[in-house]
């Protein structure tokens, strides 16, 4: 059974007999310790929202979160820990959240264990006030008598240096040596502890061991190295490492990138195909695309308006819904056509998310392939494209590869391939991307699982589909050959 479509999501399932948010984890990020052990395989453990505790579900027991749907809760402790709970479910986290929210309570408890410190209760009694307790305990009988006993008890183990208050330093003990007594009476106040320590033998240079003293660890050596300035040498032929070369550039900003646009005011539109989005008390403007909301059936039932005047959204939806829709539906929307400034405009609500076109040669290279993608009818590639956009991996450059050898395998008559594409072609990508997860094994996590699957998803299909050389053309010798014998 495959659970992909709702991992990584927040569903609702019913907790101590109440409906209750939570987020289904996958099996691999769990921290160990805290949940049991699958009762069956085809279990999920999902977290319980404000609880943050792991419990393990069924699909089926997994419903899904409608965050439009008007709920009520008791006054009591738990219906406002199930109103926190669904509050924090509309902000809709991702997974990177919750995994730190969990370590760092397993982390809290561990160190609450690690330093913890068992005193005993009479060590805490300094108040002189109180009566001591006595060693004899009173037995009374039936009669007025009483018998007074005395309790035996243990002599008590002292304690450890390092469970010690401070305070005073203990005497020294009086050597068992006759000393003449001083003529001179000194008062029993003026000594610290009530006796004469006249007779103590005070610490000379004989009688300790001097501490030997640390050598200052030696200084750095300084390095003479220095940048000299000149550029990695890299073949002309080498379009790939020249391509990665200039994205890098991009990327860190050496001053060659444009500066960014700043947004233009925005005016209403009459389209049908458009969607007039009103947000916030301001009434910020946002157009978006009609066909992808139809996708989201909880915004959809709020447009107004038609063909005419066009469609619009007032701000009484996102009110309700504390903007995380319409955040997930912008989200969605850069990362489905991978163009920059799709959605133009300020929202408070999306200062987080980040246009996808950050380099401009990667967008446009992207776009191109998900439209032949859709000519093609590679729906599977279109998901995976998706997917891959959306997590904005470090192996970026080797993911816009593999993507441009998949859709470019098996059709090279549906497409335009010039010289340096089919150099590109060429090169066994997805071997070097499993080479460089297997040396680093840090990046098997869910950034770099869109990678994975489209490696695996592109040998499963050149398996499938075979490489078709084209035929070869006659060369120039062959050619004046056949004109000689035409002569």
């Known amino acids: 059974m495959d659970n992909s479509d709702i991992i990584e999501s927040t569903r609702v399932t019913e907790l101590e007999g109440e409906e209750w948010p939570c987020f289904v984890f996958p099996d691999h990020h769990v921290p160990p310790g805290m949940i049991e052990p699958r009762p069956h395989k085809h279990a999920l453990p999902v977290l319980f929202l404000e609880r943050h505790k792991f419990e393990w579900r069924s699909r089926d027991a997994l419903n899904d979160f409608d965050p439009c749907e008007t709920r009520t809760f008791d006054a009591t402790r738990t219906g406002r820990d199930r109103e926190q709970a669904f509050k924090e479910a509309l902000e809709y986290h991702d997974l990177d959240h919750?995994?730190?929210?969990?370590?760092?309570?397993?982390?809290?408890?561990?160190?609450?264990?690690?330093?913890?410190?068992?005193?005993?209760?009479?060590?805490?009694?300094?108040?002189?006030?109180?009566?001591?307790?006595?060693?004899?305990?009173?037995?009374?009988?039936?009669s007025d008598d009483e018998v007074m006993i005395t309790s035996v008890t243990k002599k008590k183990r002292p304690y450890s240096s390092a469970f010690k208050r401070p305070g005073p330093p203990t005497p020294s003990p009086t050597p068992n040596k006759k000393v003449k007594a001083s003529s001179k009476k000194v008062l029993a106040s003026s000594l610290p502890f009530g006796e004469d320590d006249s007779d103590v033998?005070?610490?000379?240079?004989?009688?300790?061991?001097?501490?030997?003293?640390r050598k200052s660890a030696p200084k750095p050596a300084v390095s003479t190295w220095k940048p000299s300035g000149n550029l990695p040498k890299i073949d002309p032929n080498d379009y790939v490492?020249?391509?990665?070369?200039?994205?890098?550039?991009?990327?860190?900003?050496?001053?060659?990138?444009?500066?960014?646009?700043?947004?233009?005011?925005?005016?209403?539109?009459?389209?049908?195909?458009?969607?007039?989005?009103?947000?916030?008390?301001?009434?910020?403007?946002?157009?978006?695309?009609?066909?992808?909301?139809?996708?989201?059936?909880?915004?959809?039932k709020h447009i107004t308006g038609d063909n005419k005047n066009g469609f619009e959204i007032q701000n009484a939806v996102f009110k309700k819904l504390n903007p995380t829709a319409f955040e997930s539906i912008v989200t969605w929307l850069n990362t489905a056509d991978y163009a920059p400034r799709l959605i133009e405009g300020d929202h408070p609500h999306l200062e987080g998310v980040k246009s996808t076109g950050q380099f401009e040669e990667a967008a446009d290279a992207?776009?191109?392939?998900?439209?032949?993608?859709?000519?093609?009818?590679?729906?599977?590639?279109?998901?995976?494209?998706?997917?891959?956009?959306?997590?904005?991996?470090?192996?970026?450059?080797?993911?816009?590869?593999?993507?441009?050898?998949?859709?470019?395998?098996?059709?090279?008559?549906?497409?335009?391939?010039?010289?340096?594409?089919?150099?590109?072609?060429?090169?066994?990508v997805a071997t070097r991307l499993h080479e460089i997860l297997d040396e680093e094994p840090l990046l098997f996590n869910r950034v770099v699982k869109s990678d994975v699957e489209l490696a695996n998803y592109i040998w499963a299909y050149q398996v499938e589909h075979p490489w078709e050389e084209p035929p070869e053309h006659l060369s120039e010798d062959d050619g004046d050959d056949a004109e000689d014998d035409d002569e």
């Not at 033998?201 to 003293?213: A, K, N, V």
């Not at 494209?385 to 998949?406: C, F």
């Open 366 to 428: 992207a776009s191109v392939l998900w439209n032949i993608a859709h000519k093609l009818e590679l729906t599977d590639l279109q998901e995976l494209i998706y997917r891959k956009i959306e997590v904005q991996t470090p192996l970026a450059a080797n993911s816009l590869l593999l993507m441009t050898r998949m859709v470019f395998w098996n059709s090279p008559t549906d497409a335009k391939i010039d010289e340096k594409m089919r150099k590109m072609l060429r090169l066994d």
């Open 98 to 142: 919750y995994y730190k929210l969990v370590c760092g309570i397993q982390a809290a408890q561990e160190m609450a264990k690690d330093n913890a410190i068992f005193v005993d209760d009479s060590d805490d009694n300094d108040d002189g006030n109180l009566h001591k307790r006595s060693k004899h305990t009173s037995l009374q009988g039936d």
């Open 201 to 213: 033998d005070l610490p000379h240079s004989s009688t300790f061991t001097p501490t030997p003293t």
């Open 241 to 300: 490492a020249r391509k990665q070369l200039e994205l890098l550039r991009t990327k860190k900003g050496d001053g060659k990138s444009p500066p960014p646009e700043k947004p233009k005011a925005l005016e209403p539109v009459k389209d049908p195909l458009k969607v007039n989005i009103y947000v916030g008390a301001e009434k910020k403007l946002f157009i978006l695309d009609r066909t992808l909301i139809q996708k989201h059936p909880s915004i959809m």
